[in-house]
């Protein structure tokens, strides 16, 4: 009921989509940051290049706030928005490795990863783990999470202009 609530206070939506998406984008890059450290300090994980990681985060960051507009554009309830959110990321999850490593998989599964940005994240991420530093290391799934990104706003955007429409 919070985002009721929040819709009846003297609030411009402007101003409510602009603090949602700040406050995601900052819930997203604390657990990335959180999971990073542990792995540093628990598991004495070494990253190759820790800016290479931090701009993956970054990128991983805005990409959840693209989605999470998204899913805000799709639906009209916050019942909707949960389980369109779980379906969302179990797909994602799912098609993008996480469950199973897609190097050990089927040349279509690797293919499809590389259309979800965990997918693209993984393979930077797994490359800065290896060894590979730099733009060699990032630069691909940058860009990869960059174009993910990119879409989902477009048809986000077209979405909302939609709904204001009708």
């Excluded at 693209?66 to 969302?88: D, H, K, N, Y």
């Excluded at 190097?103 to 279509?108: L, N, V």
């Excluded at 979800?116 to 590979?132: Q, S």
């Excluded at 691909?140 to 986000?156: E, K, N, Q, W």
């Amino acid at each position: 009921g919070t985002l009721d609530r929040i819709a009846a206070a003297p609030v411009g939506r402007g101003a409510l989509l602009l603090g949602k998406s700040v406050s995601t984008f900052v819930y997203s890059l604390a657990s990335l940051t959180t999971v990073t450290l542990v792995s540093w300090l628990v598991f004495d994980a070494r990253w190759a290049d820790p800016v290479g990681v931090a701009a993956l985060s970054v990128a991983l960051a805005v990409c959840v706030v693209t989605l999470t507009a998204l899913v805000i554009a799709l639906v009209r309830t916050e019942q909707q928005a949960q389980g369109l959110s779980s379906v969302l990321v179990f797909a994602l999850v799912l098609l993008g490795g996480n469950f199973v490593f897609a190097s050990g998989t089927t040349p279509t599964i690797r293919r499809l990863a590389l259309f979800t940005p965990n997918g693209w994240a993984l393979r930077g991420f797994t490359d800065l783990g290896t060894g590979v530093r730099g733009w060699d290391a990032v630069g691909a799934p940058l860009l990869g999470i960059a174009a993910f990104s990119a879409a989902v706003a477009v048809v986000t955007v077209l979405l909302l202009r939609l709904r204001r429409t009708t």
